[in-house]
């Protein structure tokens, strides 16, 4: 467990994730707290890579659940072997010996439990899991009622066998990309912290340690273009800006075509890698890439100068 928040930034870094001081700060108190934290923020900034690196830097299991419309309770935490368990009661049953209650106690054990994705992190052996509960924004309100027990005290309850109890206390990341508000019960039993787009030099950074083929120019070009276009007046023509992991597809791809140059001709024919609507797309025209390559230009130049 890293014990300071520079030390938790370097090892973030060791695995290739770059966080900046605020968001290792609400990390690190997460971690010291023993208390869930939640990241709000846009598509593609970083929330669901955060989980990943503790993973990597804490070397403990990362367990997934990721959260959809109309999630049902036994999708996140158990279900019953319904099969195993019929079977099981039918041999049961043929022997003279077993009473009612026996059969009952015998199919409702341990060994016909499905745990789902919030009993295996809270059976999970020393030094513990990470858990993604994965754009809880996407679950219905109900099942926000559901988990504040598990936010609140580590627990769950299952009504055939009781109350199961982490023993080892998995550390929880929840995302939220804000398609709605959520409850404040569920807010209020974590550490919150907005995830916004990065700043230009932590950007190139994650750009040059994910596409470590791609030159110097290249990665700056595609730092400084994907930055104009994430800026007012530029982002208003577009339903939804693109995040770090288009950034890094970008990079990618260019690096494919053997770009050397970002050009608006080049820009216009990989805006399918950049954006993900129709509209967008079309929003991309030439002239319109000429506009975000010399404010691209000008922002380089403005910062040379201060």
């Not at 993604?132 to 580590?154: C, N, S």
Request: glycine letters at 6%; hydrophobic letters at 45%; charged letters at 25%.
């Amino acid at each position: 467990m890293p014990q300071s928040i520079d030390e938790l930034i370097a090892a973030l870094e060791g695995v290739g994730y770059y966080a900046d001081r605020r968001l290792a700060t609400a990390v690190f108190l997460a971690l010291q707290l023993g208390r869930p934290l939640l990241l709000e923020g846009e598509p593609g900034v970083g929330k669901t890579e955060l989980a990943k690196a503790l993973s990597r830097v804490l070397a403990r299991p990362m367990i997934r659940l990721q959260c959809f419309d109309g999630m049902e309770q036994r999708e996140a935490l158990y279900e019953w072997n319904y099969t195993a368990q019929l079977l099981h009661m039918r041999a049961l049953e043929g022997s003279s010996q077993a009473s009612p209650g026996d059969i009952e106690r015998a199919v409702y054990g341990e060994r016909f439990l499905i745990a789902r994705p919030l009993l295996q992190a809270l059976q999970a052996p020393q030094p513990g899991a990470v858990l993604l509960i994965d754009e809880v924004d996407r679950a219905d309100e109900p099942f926000e009622a559901f988990l504040l027990e598990y936010l609140g005290e580590y627990q769950v309850s299952i009504p055939e066998l009781g109350t199961v109890q982490a023993q080892h206390r998995p550390i929880t990341i929840l995302t939220s990309n804000r398609t709605r508000e959520l409850n404040d019960a569920v807010k209020r039993r974590c550490l919150y912290h907005w995830l916004d787009y990065p700043e230009r030099e932590r950007e190139l950074a994650i750009v040059r340690a994910r596409v470590p083929n791609a030159s110097e120019q290249l990665t700056t070009q595609v730092a400084a273009v994907v930055g104009q276009l994430r800026s007012m007046p530029f982002s208003n023509a577009f339903q939804r800006a693109p995040g770090i992991a288009e950034s890094v597809d970008w990079a990618k791809a260019l690096v494919a075509l053997d770009t050397l140059v970002v050009d608006p001709e080049v820009i216009q024919d990989t805006a399918g890698i950049l954006f993900k609507q129709r509209d967008d797309i079309a929003a991309m025209s030439q002239a319109f890439a000429v506009d975000v390559l010399e404010a691209a230009a000008q922002q380089a130049q403005d910062d040379a100068v201060s």
